[in-house]
Structures are given as C-alpha cells and as structure tokens.
C-alpha cells in the first residue's frame, strides 16, 4: 500500500519517515494526477496559508476535495486539520482556501505564535484500545490551531485543558462568542468518516501509534510490507527500547 503525503511546504519528510518505520510507502504528492496512485493521504503541518497558495497554484484543490469525497482516508496535522474543516477563523485578511470534508469550526492560530509553542501529555483511549502503549500520548504544538464546535457525525478523540483567563488573538471580524471554545478545554484531534485530523504535530515524537492508527482506517498495509512492523510499534516494548531516529524528532521524556 502506498500512502500519499502532501510534498507542498511543511513536515511531509517526517511523515514519510514515520510510515517507513512501519512497512509502508509514503508518496509525495505535488500534482493532481498523482493522487490516484495512493489508497490514503496525509496532510502534514506548515504554514497553511503557503500551502493553500501552492495548492492553488498547482490546482490541487479540485482533485483534493474529489479524493476526499470518494471515501479515501485523509489524515490532517496542524495546518492540515485547518485544509479539511468547513469552516476555519482567525485567518488572515481575505481568508485561505479550504478543501473541507470535517463538519468542525477551527481556530487558525488557537494557541498563539512561533514563540507559544508547547507540548502536553494527552488522553487517547480510543488510540490505546486500538494500538496498544501508554494511556498518554505527548503532542507537539507548534504554531497550533484548536478546534472551537464539531458537528454530531465528529467524533472527539483528544481534548486539552486550556486556562479560562487565557487569551486568543482574535481578528477584527471575531467576537468573544466565537471564541468560546477556549473556556476549559479545546478539542485537538477528531475523526469522522474518512478524516482524521489533530492539532499536534504525531510525526515529530518517536510514538508511531497515530500512523498506526490511520492505517488501519486504510485498510492496513500491504502484503509486501511487514505484518509486525505496526503490531511491533504498538506494544509496550516500543516504549521501553530507545528507537533509531532517521530525521531529527521530538522524544518523549
């Protein structure tokens, strides 16, 4: 099986690194014609507005939206949760493209600037019941967006506790009610159908269980590809052995 991952700006290679780890191909995608040689998609994390000029120019978008709407799996981090929701807010002046698909309200910059990056421990239990390890995943935030309402077919799979005094930069355009969702706690990772999409950043830590997580929303891997590369990388050995790093990542302490 081959997994796409969209090669425009961002963390494509890193995502690329993770899938090999566990058997799979990962394709870099540029143009639209490339897309029907891959089962499933990755939207990695960037500069989201960068990336939807380069989609644009590239005209990706149409063949995007169709390969969203044939039921393949399609996998957003970061600037890719804020391509596949319907509505996003917080944009720059005139707005960005969007492919949409994920009936959700996304916060383009929820957690602050470059400079108010962070990483938090986060409860994934439907993860753990399918992959296996700690009951705690460790997320990257860099730059990150947050989600503020999901619609009734959205399923939560993460969420993080947010100070109610914080305060989000908001644009001329917004009010406080639309910013609601800072109060308690943000939702960060979601899945509905096809989609799955988080505001963290899986590809730069050394726990492979959301890759895992996603393939098997595709269906799994291939037959040339090892069977234990992805139940190996789901067992609590995973986590007690140092792993071989072949690109520059995040370990979890």
Same mark, same amino acid.
């Given at each position: ?21 566990? /058997?799979?191909?990962?394709?870099? +995608?540029?143009? $639209? ?6 089962? *499933? ?7 989201? #507005? #960068? @990336?939807?000029?380069? *989609? ?5 978008? $149409? ?15 970061? *600037? ?8 996003? #807010? ?8 969007? =492919?949409? /698909?994920?009936?959700? @309200? ?18 994934? !239990? ?8 700690? !009951? ?10 947050? +989600? ?10 993460? %969420? ?6 914080? *305060?989000?930069?908001?644009? $001329? ?13 943000? =939702? ?18 050394? %726990? ?8 098997? @929303?595709?269906? /799994? +891997?291939?037959? %040339? ?16 052995? $140092?792993?071989?790093? %072949?690109? !520059? ?5």
């Amino acid at each position: 099986m081959a997994v796409g991952v969209l090669a425009l700006q961002g963390s494509f290679n890193e995502h690329i690194a993770a899938l090999r780890k566990l /058997g799979v191909k990962g394709v870099e +995608i540029r143009k $639209p014609e490339q897309l029907q040689s891959v089962k *499933a998609l990755i939207i990695p994390g960037g500069e989201s #507005t #960068t @990336m939807a000029k380069l *989609a644009e120019y590239h005209n990706l978008f $149409p063949a995007l939206r169709e390969f969203v709407k044939t039921g393949k799996p399609v996998w957003g981090t970061c *600037a890719g949760l804020i391509f596949l929701a319907n509505k996003a #807010t917080g944009q720059k002046i005139g707005g960005q493209e969007l =492919i949409g /698909g994920l009936d959700c @309200m996304v916060h383009r910059n929820f957690f602050g600037s470059q400079l108010q990056s962070f990483e938090a421990d986060l409860l994934i !239990p439907k993860i753990v019941a399918e992959e296996g390890g700690p !009951p705690s995943f460790r997320g990257v935030f860099i730059r990150a967006p947050g +989600i503020l309402e999901v619609g009734p077919e959205v399923e939560v799979l993460a %969420d993080l506790p947010t100070p109610s005094q914080k *305060a989000v930069n908001l644009s $001329p355009n917004e009010s406080q009610e639309e910013n609601a969702g800072s109060e308690n706690k943000v =939702i960060v990772a979601v899945k509905q159908g096809n989609l799955l999409a988080t505001a963290f950043h899986p590809e730069l830590t050394a %726990d492979t269980r959301w890759h895992g997580y996603f393939l098997k @929303m595709a269906g /799994g +891997i291939s037959e %040339d590809a090892s069977s234990s590369s992805i139940s190996q990388s789901t067992k609590d050995q995973h986590f007690l052995k $140092p792993p071989i790093y %072949d690109l !520059p990542i995040y370990q979890q302490q």
